[in-house]
């Protein structure tokens, strides 16, 4: 016999599992509406490090009024905190600082922070911050590239009170400490000897236990030269005559050698100042002119001046390449003066085509560049030039060419090439209504990187630009970090130029100091935040400006 058992389980267990769900939901709601959810702060933890502290901040938990809330922060190594806390800190509004005497520079931490308790309001969970560290101070200057040698070097630092020593360790070996004496603080600077040559070394200052600031260096070969001239000897016929990878040694004096270009064709030839020191050994010139395969130059420590004796500008341009064919070797200006150029001081665009003539690098180092006439080329003129690396760096160029670079003729080159230019002094730049006056590379593909440096005054006096401040081709990487730019205009009415919006801008300045385009003076003002303002707290523009 039949019963309605069956029939009543079949009516109540929909109803029951519906009961069941709805518990299950309210259940799951009520823990997403916890209070210690509710509390959280909100967002996520943000660190903004300097030289002596670091600050974090966090958003005002949601549904609750800014100021009324308190916070615990501990700080541990690991993001589990399964480290020991090294420090728990309160905080009553949405930030917090922490300095060099609660935790190490350099080192990185995580932080955790949650909402008090507060009435009947419980305690929040803990939001947990990404890595972050205090980047420590920077109070030593880049040393320049005269400021090393073989076996020594001079370090500078920005006067800091109470510092007592400096570590120097070289790769893969021991720390040496020197002590600093009253003189070496008087001076703010020490010069390093006994080193050993072509060695990688780190440097650090201190004041007691504290650091002040780390930089590194590699010391330079021993300087060997093939042979040494004096100023009454022909330096155009005896480049002429150098076999490849001469090295040759030019004693202090002044050389004539703007009657006739300086040829080098097919090797590379260094002219290099015994002295190290471009204010004893000077060159008036007309032109080098590298031609042909395996041609390059490497100048160093050697003033190069575009006047003769009588005072006329006769230098065309401080290094031109020959339109011949070929795979050139490298170009290297490093610790020169070079000044008073009626055209350019590189013209690297008489190739038939694109790419018909190659090079590995150019590299322009603590050098000065200046006083180059209106014309009608910018200062790096690389159209058709197939180029692997151009490095501008810790160098002053002022009253330049029409334009920085320019690399517009449009072919397929073997590498996307890299441009550096990095803690440079740029001063008066730009004419003959031109655009893209800082890279014009038209179509092509670049990886271009401008850093740690200051770009004032365009265009020249009495002349006109566009602008725009660059092109470049798909597929580019372009980046202005950490900079410092003022009257930088273009167009008509002058105002600032502008930048693609595929160009990353990132930490620059509009800091105006004042200068004109008949400024030669580039130092920066002491206490000048310029000083501190580059990548790692490092000075920004050419550091010689900085001493």
């Not at 590194?216 to 330096?235: A, G, N």
């Not at 204010?279 to 160093?300: M, P, Q, R, W, Y």
């Amino acid at each position: 016999m039949k019963t309605n058992k069956s029939k009543f389980f079949k009516m109540i267990y929909p109803a029951v599992l519906l009961v069941g769900l709805g518990v299950a939901s309210c259940k799951e709601d009520d823990e997403n509406l916890e209070p210690m959810r509710m509390f959280i702060p909100g967002g996520e933890i943000s660190s903004n490090a300097g030289e002596t502290e670091v600050t974090l901040t966090w958003k005002t938990p949601p549904n609750t009024v800014a100021g009324t809330s308190t916070y615990t922060v501990e700080v541990a190594k690991d993001t589990l905190f399964q480290t020991p806390v090294i420090l728990t800190a309160q905080a009553d509004t949405a930030k917090i600082t922490f300095t060099n005497q609660q935790l190490n520079i350099k080192e990185n931490y995580f932080a955790r922070v949650k909402t008090n308790a507060k009435g009947n309001s419980p305690e929040s969970k803990w939001l947990v911050s990404s890595r972050f560290s205090i980047r420590g101070e920077q109070i030593f200057n880049t040393p320049l590239s005269s400021e090393i040698k073989d076996k020594t070097v001079l370090l500078n630092w920005r006067p800091s009170a109470g510092l007592t020593r400096i570590v120097i360790t070289p790769a893969n070996g021991t720390a040496r400490t020197i002590n600093l004496t009253p003189a070496d603080l008087a001076a703010n600077q020490l010069l390093v000897t006994n080193l050993t040559a072509t060695t990688s070394y780190t440097a650090e200052i201190f004041a007691g236990t504290l650091s002040k600031g780390t930089i590194t260096f590699t010391t330079k070969e021993p300087s060997l030269f093939t042979y040494t001239v004096s100023p009454s000897d022909d330096l155009v016929a005896i480049v002429a005559s150098a076999a490849n990878g001469d090295v040759i040694g030019l004693e202090p004096g002044v050389y004539t050698a703007n009657a006739s270009n300086i040829l080098i064709a097919g090797k590379m030839v260094t002219l290099q100042s015994t002295s190290g020191n471009p204010a004893n050994t000077k060159v008036h010139f007309k032109e080098i002119t590298l031609k042909g395969t395996g041609a390059g130059v490497k100048v160093s420590g050697i003033e190069f001046d575009g006047k003769n004796a009588a005072g006329t500008t006769v230098g065309d341009y401080f290094i031109n390449i020959d339109a011949e064919a070929g795979t050139l070797s490298s170009i290297t200006v490093e610790n020169s003066n070079i000044h008073d150029i009626i055209n350019t001081f590189l013209r690297a665009n008489r190739g038939a085509a694109g790419g018909s003539q190659k090079i590995n690098f150019i590299k322009v180092d603590n050098s000065i560049v200046s006083r180059n006439a209106v014309s009608s080329y910018q200062t790096f003129m690389l159209d058709r030039l197939d180029f692997n690396r151009l490095d501008v760096t810790n160098s002053t160029f002022n009253e330049a060419g029409r334009g920085l670079i320019s690399w517009a003729t449009n072919y397929t080159p073997a590498v996307k090439p890299t441009i550096l230019i990095n803690k440079v002094t740029l001063n008066s730049f730009g004419s003959g209504g031109r655009d893209n006056i800082i890279l014009d590379a038209n179509a092509l593909p670049v990886i271009f990187t401008v850093q740690n440096s200051i770009i004032a005054n365009s265009p020249k006096a009495g002349q006109t630009v566009l602008a725009s401040a660059l092109r470049a081709g798909t597929g580019s990487e372009v980046q202005f970090m950490n900079n410092n730019f003022f009257k930088l205009e273009g167009g008509s009415p002058l105002a600032p130029l502008t930048f693609p919006a595929y160009v990353q801008l990132a930490n620059n300045k509009t800091i105006d100091l004042g200068w004109t385009h008949a400024t030669t003076d580039f130092s920066l003002p002491a206490g000048s935040e310029l000083r501190t303002a580059g990548v790692g707290g490092t000075s920004i523009g050419d550091p010689r400006w900085v001493k």
